[in-house]
């Protein structure tokens, strides 16, 4: 319990003095309900009651557990910054190098009345090699670049490998990576102009350029494969004003569902460190890992779409929760796959245990 205290320790408890729950508990609770598929504040009192021994073991909870009401006071009271501060701190214990993927995705359920069009829009940060959420900002009137923007600035990307979609191929956000010590690996589309143009012409002309080719893999009834070149461009980006553009590269990628001619897809790719063209097509296929190992499995396993929290910072602190819960089960040992632990922490209290241990 002290490790536990010392690490929600920074948060400010927003409610009156006379409160009778204690906010580290609280908190406790619900990231161990989550651990173990709770997915809203009145399953986090279900769980609570029908863990009560177990979390005894740990937790004073001198007044029993929780009602769920108090659940979604605290958390649409709580600074969603400051919560999200530990999620940073815990997954920055796990480094930060190689690929980082940065990518929008909306709290579909999170929306005002009358605006179901409208629903929070979350930035969320992702490092491929631990498998872990690095940090999340809210995109404030679904501005994904701004939100970007904000939590690049709070990250250390030293060593790292920054990807983005074409949205974030901007010279603010490319300078942002570089800032921060990163490099960076962003699609280009020709929304960018003359800059895209210029990138298209260089590759078209390229006569040696670093080559390679993926095996044909076959999945979900479908086939695919992919080839890259690259070529390097010291300072091609000065005369268009975006920074420390080293090299450019090319992807051309064939799929084809069974029974099906292939189609044909070329991406173009701006990145500020020069990359063999093996090494792209490792980096971009990496960048996926934020939609199948995080945003499917906040979907799927943690049903984020479906809350309808939306009131003042619930949807913001619960999305928190959940990446912490993500975290803490990749940093578990035992099965492989998420939602298996998620089933092992629901039976199993020694495993409950043992995840919540490895919360720093």
Same mark, same amino acid.
């Given at each position: ?7 929600? $320790? ?7 003095? +006379?409160? =009778? ?36 073991? @740990? ?11 108090? @659940?979604?006071? #605290? @958390? ?17 214990? &796990?480094?930060?190098?190689?690929? #980082? ?13 009358? =605006? ?18 690095? !940090? ?57 102009? =003359? ?33 890259? %070149? ?5 300072? &091609? ?12 590269? $090319? ?69 928190? %929760?959940?990446?912490?819960? %993500? ?17 092992? !922490?629901?039976?199993? +209290? ?11």
């Amino acid at each position: 319990m002290r490790k536990l205290r010392r690490i929600f $320790r920074p948060l400010k408890d927003p409610r009156a003095n +006379n409160t =009778r729950h204690d906010l580290v508990e609280i908190l406790v609770i619900a990231l161990a309900a989550t651990l173990a598929g709770g997915k809203t504040c009145t399953e986090f009192e279900f769980f609570g009651q029908g863990r009560l021994e177990l979390l005894r073991q @740990f937790l004073e909870l001198e007044h029993g557990i929780p009602s769920h009401d108090t @659940f979604s006071n #605290v @958390f649409r009271a709580l600074d969603p910054q400051g919560l999200e501060a530990v999620l940073r701190k815990f997954s920055k214990s &796990f480094g930060t190098k190689g690929v #980082v993927s940065i990518d929008g995705k909306a709290l579909r359920g999170a929306f005002a009345r009358g =605006r179901k069009a409208t629903p929070l829009h979350m930035v969320n940060v992702w490092a491929a090699g631990t498998r872990m959420a690095l !940090a999340q900002r809210t995109a404030t009137n679904r501005n994904e670049v701004a939100g970007a923007l904000e939590v690049l600035a709070l990250l250390d990307l030293n060593g790292a490998l920054v990807t983005a979609d074409a949205l974030h191929c901007r010279p603010d956000t490319a300078q942002a990576i570089r800032d921060r010590k990163g490099h960076y690996v962003l699609a280009i589309k020709s929304n960018r102009g =003359r800059l895209f143009k210029a990138v298209k012409a260089l590759l078209d002309a390229a006569r040696k350029p670093s080559q390679a080719s993926q095996r044909s893999t076959k999945a979900h009834g479908r086939s695919e494969r992919r080839q890259a %070149i690259v070529v390097a461009a010291p300072r &091609f980006g000065q005369p268009y004003g975006f920074p420390d553009i080293a090299a450019v590269g $090319r992807i051309d990628s064939w799929r084809a569902d069974i029974g099906r001619s292939a189609k044909h897809k070329v991406r173009y790719f701006l990145t500020s460190r020069p990359l063999l063209a093996k090494k792209l097509l490792e980096v971009v296929r990496a960048h996926w890992g934020i939609e199948n190992n995080l945003h499917w499995v906040l979907d799927v396993l943690f049903a984020e779409d479906a809350c309808r929290s939306r009131k003042d910072h619930a949807a913001e602190n619960l999305a928190v %929760i959940r990446k912490l819960a %993500i975290n803490v089960l990749q940093a578990t040992p035992g099965p492989l796959r998420i939602s298996h632990k998620m089933l092992q !922490a629901r039976w199993n +209290n020694d495993f409950l245990l043992s995840a919540l241990a490895h919360m720093r």
